[in-house]
Structures are given as structure tokens and as C-alpha cells.
């Protein structure tokens, strides 16, 4: 790799995020800034204007002083590749936890919801949840066209090296359909990101599917670099629009989580809170209920996930 690509891909992916810190008090509902539950006319009104521009004040100038360290110093220091971007991180969500504690005065408190159950039917899945597993009927038939034509996929590789991809996208797949049934029955049934979520994360399983197989057939096809992750990266990206979306859309009333359980506007503790996930107040999607103790359980899921992977490794 050159030295102009070396710095080019961590460039743009420092500024990627520095422009996504940038635009994150838009991302949430028009009512929540920097995770506080405010007037409507909140974001217009001088106070609103001032703590929108104090954050991206704060992150625009790490973000200059750490664009310009990867330019200048990342062929000879390497870490400010990764340091940079962490800087940045840091600065804007240190900036986002004072602008929580400042606007806290202007807050209104949103009131309780109570859900009543009005059916004795049990609450069913979207029909397109289901989806979310046919990656892995696609996965194994790309195991069986590897097997059938072994000789001219297994020449100087391992059975880890053309079955791995393959193991790590049907494990990966399994946890995101997990993921998918702990976030709709977990969460409120009125909160309508449910359903776009479990599509979300439907989408992300065929990416693993089209992705991962792809690296493991290269070797009969020698399909480009660029045509793999391409779809990756567009598929992501939709997603990400999506949900930034839909968790903007007028939802008629307010959050109805307490104020006063919000952690900086980040972190979500409610004892006598039943669910899970809860809608996030700094961004788009979900966020955990920590003083639940399912929700450790959904934290730990990825290292179950990694365990698993690498003993089905070993054993190959």
C-alpha cells in the first residue's frame, strides 16, 4: 500500500465521524437535545442555538487539529491514526454530557405511560423477521458448492481459511436474530422503532451473506475487492439513514422515560422500568435499561458469540 492510501482511508474515516458528531444533535427527536426532553421550540429559542453551537464548536476543532496530525505525522506515527478519532470522540461526548447537565433546567418532564393489554393474543413477530434467517439456508448451500468443487477452492488453504468466513457469518446471523427477537419483545409495545429495528437488523444478516461467502468462493470467481464491500457499505449506509429517519418522525407524545434516569443523557437506569431497550436520546435506535438484568445478559452476547466462533475454529 502507498503511502498517500495509508493516510487517505484513516483520513476519511476520521472526518466520516467527526461529520457524523457534527450532525448528532439533529439525529434525534426534534423534542430531545443532548438528551433532555425539552419545549418543542426549544432548539430555536437563544439557549438552543447557543448549546448547538458550543458542541460543534467542540468537535470541530479536534476534528481540524486531528485531520491535519494524520496528514502530517501519520506516515511516521502510526497510533495517530487511532488517536485522532478517539480525541475527537472523546471531546464531543465529554461536550454532550455538560450540555446535558446545562439544559436540564429547561426540562420538561415527560408523564409515565401505562400500556394495558386490550387482547389475549400473544404479540407475533413481523412477518419479515423471519427473513433474518434464510442467510443461513444460503450460507449452506455456498458450503456445498465449496465442498463439491474442493479441489480447485482448497489449493494452499486450510479448512479454516475456506470454511471460516462461512462459520462466522452463520454465527454472526444467529445473533442478530436474537438480537432482533430481544428488541421487539424486550421494548414498549408503542414504540414504533420496533419494527423498523428488527428490519434493520434482517438487512444486516444478508449483508454477513453476501459479504463473507464472497471472501470464501474467492479463489473460484476472483471477484474484485471493491465488488465485496461495496454492497457492504451501501447496505450500512441505508440503515443508517433509515433508522436516523425513523427516530426523527413524529411519534405524538413525549419520551416517556424519566429525566431523572438518564446518565448524562447516554446511560438508562430504571428499576421500575420492566423493558429492556428503550428508545436512545443521543442518536438513533436503542439503548439498554441497565438496571435490568436482561440487558447484561444482551452485553455479554457478543463474547458467547466470539467463544463460540473460535472453538468451532479450533475444531476445524
Same mark, same amino acid.
Given at each position: 500500500?502507498?503511502?498517500?492510501?495509508?493516510?487517505?482511508?484513516?483520513?476519511?474515516?476520521?472526518?466520516?465521524?467527526?461529520? %457524523?458528531?457534527?450532525?448528532? &444533535?439533529?439525529?434525534?427527536?426534534?423534542?430531545?437535545? *443532548? #438528551?433532555?426532553?425539552?419545549?418543542?421550540?426549544?432548539?430555536?429559542?437563544?439557549?438552543?442555538?447557543?448549546?448547538?453551537?458550543?458542541?460543534?464548536?467542540?468537535?470541530?476543532?479536534?476534528?481540524?487539529? /486531528?485531520?491535519?496530525?494524520?496528514?502530517?505525522?501519520? &506516515?511516521? *506515527?502510526?497510533?495517530?491514526?487511532?488517536? %485522532?478519532?478517539?480525541?475527537?470522540?472523546?471531546?464531543?461526548?465529554?461536550? *454532550?454530557?455538560?450540555?446535558?447537565?446545562?439544559?436540564?433546567?429547561?426540562?420538561?418532564?415527560?408523564?409515565?405511560?401505562?400500556?394495558?393489554?386490550?387482547?389475549?393474543?400473544?404479540?407475533?413477530?413481523?412477518?419479515?423477521? @423471519?427473513? #433474518?434467517?434464510?442467510?443461513?439456508?444460503?450460507?449452506?448451500?455456498?458450503?456445498? !458448492? +465449496?465442498?463439491?468443487?474442493?479441489?480447485?477452492?482448497?489449493?494452499?488453504?486450510? %479448512?479454516?481459511?475456506?470454511? /471460516?468466513?462461512?462459520?462466522?457469518?452463520?454465527?454472526?446471523?444467529?445473533?442478530?436474530?436474537? *438480537?432482533?427477537?430481544?428488541?421487539?419483545?424486550?421494548?414498549?409495545?408503542?414504540?414504533?422503532?420496533?419494527?423498523?429495528?428488527?428490519?434493520?437488523?434482517?438487512?444486516?444478516? @444478508?449483508?454477513?451473506? +453476501?459479504?463473507?461467502? #464472497?471472501?470464501?468462493?474467492?479463489?473460484?470467481?476472483?471477484?474484485?475487492?471493491?465488488?465485496?464491500?461495496?454492497?457492504?457499505?451501501?447496505?450500512?449506509?441505508?440503515?443508517?439513514?433509515?433508522?436516523?429517519?425513523?427516530?426523527?418522525?413524529?411519534? /405524538?407524545?413525549?419520551? &416517556?422515560? &424519566?429525566?431523572?434516569?438518564?446518565?448524562? #443523557?447516554?446511560?438508562?437506569?430504571?428499576?421500575?422500568?420492566?423493558?429492556? !431497550?428503550?428508545?436512545?436520546?443521543?442518536?438513533?435506535?436503542?439503548?439498554?435499561?441497565?438496571?435490568?438484568?436482561?440487558? @447484561?445478559?444482551?452485553?455479554?452476547?457478543?463474547?458467547?458469540?466470539?467463544?463460540?466462533?473460535?472453538?468451532?475454529?479450533?475444531?476445524?
Amino acid at each position: 500500500m502507498s503511502v498517500s492510501m495509508m493516510v487517505l482511508m484513516p483520513l476519511v474515516a476520521h472526518l466520516l465521524m467527526s461529520l %457524523a458528531m457534527f450532525a448528532l &444533535p439533529h439525529v434525534t427527536r426534534r423534542e430531545i437535545l *443532548f #438528551g433532555v426532553v425539552l419545549p418543542a421550540d426549544f432548539r430555536s429559542r437563544p439557549e438552543g442555538r447557543k448549546a448547538i453551537r458550543e458542541f460543534r464548536f467542540a468537535v470541530l476543532i479536534p476534528a481540524i487539529a /486531528g485531520a491535519l496530525a494524520i496528514t502530517l505525522l501519520g &506516515p511516521r *506515527f502510526i497510533p495517530v491514526f487511532l488517536l %485522532a478519532p478517539m480525541a475527537m470522540m472523546l471531546a464531543a461526548w465529554i461536550t *454532550f454530557v455538560l450540555q446535558n447537565r446545562k439544559l436540564r433546567a429547561f426540562a420538561v418532564q415527560p408523564q409515565p405511560v401505562r400500556e394495558l393489554e386490550l387482547s389475549t393474543q400473544p404479540e407475533r413477530l413481523p412477518w419479515f423477521a @423471519w427473513l #433474518g434467517l434464510a442467510p443461513l439456508v444460503f450460507l449452506a448451500a455456498i458450503a456445498v !458448492f +465449496l465442498y463439491a468443487n474442493s479441489d480447485g477452492v482448497s489449493a494452499n488453504r486450510s %479448512a479454516r481459511e475456506v470454511y /471460516g468466513p462461512l462459520i462466522i457469518a452463520g454465527a454472526m446471523t444467529l445473533w442478530l436474530f436474537g *438480537f432482533a427477537l430481544a428488541t421487539w419483545y424486550g421494548s414498549r409495545r408503542s414504540e414504533p422503532l420496533r419494527r423498523p429495528a428488527v428490519g434493520v437488523f434482517v438487512a444486516f444478516a @444478508w449483508m454477513l451473506a +453476501l459479504l463473507m461467502p #464472497g471472501m470464501a468462493i474467492q479463489p473460484l470467481v476472483n471477484l474484485p475487492a471493491a465488488m465485496l464491500v461495496a454492497p457492504a457499505m451501501l447496505i450500512i449506509l441505508f440503515c443508517v439513514i433509515y433508522m436516523i429517519k425513523k427516530s426523527r418522525d413524529s411519534r /405524538g407524545p413525549l419520551d &416517556p422515560t &424519566p429525566n431523572e434516569c438518564w446518565k448524562g #443523557g447516554i446511560l438508562y437506569y430504571n428499576r421500575n422500568d420492566p423493558v429492556i !431497550f428503550v428508545g436512545r436520546r443521543d442518536g438513533a435506535g436503542f439503548t439498554l435499561n441497565l438496571a435490568n438484568p436482561w440487558s @447484561w445478559a444482551v452485553l455479554a452476547s457478543p463474547l458467547v458469540l466470539m467463544a463460540s466462533a473460535s472453538l468451532v475454529f479450533l475444531l476445524l
